[in-house]
């Protein structure tokens, strides 16, 4: 152990004294200069006063630090790890990874994307004892090249002791495993010990063309030991104290992800997310997690990390999840967002898998979304062939509705007006609601996929038509100056695919407006009919591309299928059907019985509140 008892300079710079002990060694200094050497010149009181103070401050880093003061001041150095998919440095100064390169996703700025680099970036690993602290990114490293794939970071401590971090690089994948490594701790490291903290901080540098979405899909996410996965808003500043033990903390970006998978598990943790300023054009968020794991002074490996630094790509993910360790279901494919349970369900096992065949026969993303709206369609053409038939019904009864209503007119006769419409219904063999049934049917399946475009990192880059790329905005018009409410809500540019979308769309209004029978209501909600599709611009003109033109395809092909069906069905062969069904006895549905049965219930309540109210006026 080293101390510092005294050490003094002389007002007139020519004598220095100085006492230290290192364990029982005493050593004395005392450098007085004698008459004969008076003639030689000394550096100033102050330049010697530094250079004092400095040898006080190493002599304190000795005291505080023991074996692990000499590894306080060096030189750092980089150590190249890579395979086909990625390359890490990793830096001598805190025994880290410095810097991780994804040589297959190409950065907007030119180059490849970079997940962390050293001035955004950093974790370490903190030993506290009762009266002293060991932080791993103090420290400069010893960095020993193993093998082609492995570096083992070190400190040799003397007297036996030694600590380090060993990084492993699988080959064709995005793990790096990382193994706490030691030896004699317990000459260092009190038994009492029996935690270590982990920190870790990032500055989430941008990686897309559009922020608004790379922020809202950027957050931290984390996995509870056999539980679920929980996330941090993506929206605003959060912060969150988790006291239960933890799998796996990562922090996500919309496309990528850098993320700390424990071994065993981590015993709590402290989250943090801000928002940075909107107007910044290279940072998104501030992250930071600190967290602790168990540790022994006299394991040889105390904790373990598998660490992921990769795209957020889901069927990779899925094999990791599986494989990475055996026995947990690490659930990583959770980095990608596709929805709450329905949403997600319908994407995990009907979207993602048919894209994934077309992708093996198709290499344009283009023509894979067209033929997976295709399919979509197709799975419910059946229904949709169904609603059309009962909206042609619906129009070809137009007439006696309209007489029914002439009729029976007034609030005092609503009940039999519509009592006498659902018996028309019935004999035609109409149902109102059929024409319903499609689009119920296909709500989670536009839902779906408007989780799944925004999260799909196969569009990224990925080009088609005009569009340069499929997962961002095709803007063919873009204006730079910050316009009020303008470019928060619709954003600096006019998205085509979008403005397409929106055409189809009121197209497809009209048609149907058209076709449906003729209501007192509707001429009062007729605009706001024509009004969704103009708010549908507004709310889509940010987004992928992909989803705009997915969602163009799926309103052309229900145009085209709704004009096939007007040439093929003849509309007097089912007027003359619905006239035959219409003389036939027809048993009525448990459901349409039940319904006249409560009409007529609620006809007889009414005629009797109207008695009673008579009375009264008598």
Known sequence: MFTTTDMSLSSDGRNIQGYVKVDTTQININYLLTPELSSVQLPPAPVMNKAIAAVKSKLRDLSQ???????????????????????????????????????????????????????????????????????????????????????????????????????????????????????????VIPSSVVTMDFLWHQKMTRQEKGRMFEERNSAIYYKYAGGDVENLSEAKNDDEEVNERIKWIGFKNQFFSMAFIAKNHFNRADLKSQVLDKLDPDYLKEMDAVATVDYSASESNPASFDIFVGPNLYPMLSSLSDNLQPGDDLELTRLVPLGWTLFRWINTWIIIPVFEILGKWFTNYGIIILLLTIFIKLIIFPFTYKSYMSQAKMRLLNPEIQAINEKYPGQENAMTRQQKTMELYSRAGANPMAGCLPMLLQMPVLIAMFTFFPSCIELRGESFLWAKDLSAPDAI??????????????????????????????????????????????????????????????????????????????????????????????????????????????????????????????????????????????
Not at 116 to 129: E, R
């Open 65 to 187: 630090y023991r074996g692990f003061a000499r590894y306080l001041h060096g030189s750092d150095t980089k150590v190249k790890l890579e395979n086909e998919l990625v390359s890490i440095d990793l830096s001598s100064k805190g025994g880290a990874i410095a810097r991780a390169e994804l040589k297959k996703y190409d950065s907007y700025r030119g180059g490849n994307v970079v997940v962390c680099t050293p001035d955004n970036d950093s974790y370490s690993f903190i030993l506290n004892s009762s009266d002293r602290e060991f932080d791993t990114r103090d420290f400069y490293f010893n960095p020993v090249q193993e093998s082609d794939s492995t570096v083992l970071m070190s400190l040799d401590l003397g007297g036996g002791a030694s600590f380090g971090l060993r990084y492993t690089l699988v080959p064709d994948s995005y793990i790096v495993k990382l193994d706490v490594v030691q030896k004699g701790m317990e000459s």
């Open 477 to 618: 018009i873009s204006w730079t100056g910050h316009i009020p409410l303008v470019t928060e809500y619709f954003g600096n540019h006019l998205s085509l695919f979008c403005l397409l979308m929106t055409v189809t769309n009121i197209i497809y209004t009209k048609i149907t407006m058209a076709s449906q029978a003729s209501s007192n209501a509707m001429p009062g909600m007729k605009w706001m009919m024509y009004l969704m599709p103009l708010m549908f611009l507004v709310f889509f003109n940010n987004y992928a591309a992909g989803l705009s033109y997915y969602y163009f395809l799926s309103l052309l092909i229900t145009i085209i299928q709704t004009y096939v069906f007007r040439h093929v069905v003849s509309e007097e062969k089912m007027r003359a059907k619905m006239a035959e069904a219409a003389k036939k006895p027809r048993k009525k549905s448990g459901f349409m019985a039940r319904l006249e049965e409560a009409q007529r219930q609620q006809q007889a309540a009414l005629r009797e509140q109207q008695k009673r109210q008579k009375g009264n006026r008598r």
